[in-house]
Antibody
Framework: EVQLQQSGAELGKPGTSVKLSCKVSGYNIRNTYMHWVNQRPGKGLEWIGRIDPANGNTIYAEKFKSKATLTADTSSNTAYMQLSQLKSDDTAIYFC????????WGQGVMVTVSS | DVLMTQTPVSLPVSLGGQVSISCRSSQSLVHSDGNTYLHWYLQKPGQSPQLLIYRVSNRFSGVPDRFSGSGSGTDFTLKISRVEPEDLGVYYCLQSTHFPLTFGSGTKLEIK
């Protein structure tokens, strides 16, 4: 059974960074793309970017190019996303997802930015 | 960016009834490899989105045949027949033909 287990909720101060993790079981992440998606409170879904864990290649949505950094560790089958220079409008739930149709999703992690 | 226009925003339905959700893209979703990467998801309250239909018309593993997808080019439809209580939530379409990937704004299926 494929499972994506995300790290716990984060509370960050404006201007700081947080690093989220997404550990995959039941599937080798070398064989897929790992995507990240956010959902602001009460809003829809927004694609942030994806990484190919086999070679580290990344593609980002333009608005997240200076906000998010995607990495992956194939030895631990885990994907990561660092969010930098946090602002209040980064407050959202962040999901990891994998495979071509975003077949499988993590449970999501709430990131709250507040001083 | 490809704009995904999803209608309606809200869809009241009677249990056992049938509904359709439309998703239109601002440009063709036919990839250079010949495939059309248009997918449908259901997000139940407090949960992650779950894949229902991939590449226009293929039901994902475990998805009941009450769900069906159709369409081509820029115009796509999700149909749900014999609506059950577990079908309630927000439905999204997603295109992954072009970067950046873009979602529709969602359709909330609720009891009439």
């Amino acid at each position: 059974e494929v499972q994506l287990q995300q790290s716990g909720a984060e509370l960050g101060k404006p201007g700081t960074s947080v690093k989220l993790s997404c550990k995959v079981s039941g599937y080798n992440i070398r064989n897929t793309y790992m995507h990240w998606v956010n959902q602001r409170p009460g809003k829809g879904l927004e694609w942030i970017g994806r990484i190919d864990p086999a070679n580290g290649n990344t593609i980002y949505a333009e608005k997240f190019k200076s906000k998010a950094t995607l990495t992956a560790d194939t030895s631990s089958n885990t994907a990561y996303m660092q969010l930098s220079q946090l602002k209040s409008d980064d407050t959202a739930i962040y999901f990891c997802a994998m495979r071509g149709g975003l077949d499988y999703w993590g449970q999501g992690v709430m990131v709250t930015v507040s001083s | 960016d490809v704009l995904m226009t999803q209608t309606p925003v809200s869809l009241p339905v009677s249990l056992g009834g049938q509904v359709s959700i439309s998703c239109r893209s601002s440009q063709s979703l036919v990839h250079s490899d010949g495939n059309t990467y248009l997918h449908w998801y259901l997000q139940k309250p407090g949960q992650s989105p779950q894949l229902l239909i991939y590449r226009v018309s293929n039901r994902f593993s475990g998805v009941p045949d009450r769900f069906s997808g159709s369409g081509s080019g820029t115009d796509f439809t999700l149909k749900i027949s014999r609506v059950e209580p577990e079908d309630l939530g927000v439905y999204y379409c997603l295109q992954s033909t072009h970067f950046p990937l873009t979602f529709g704004s969602g359709t909330k299926l609720e009891i009439k």
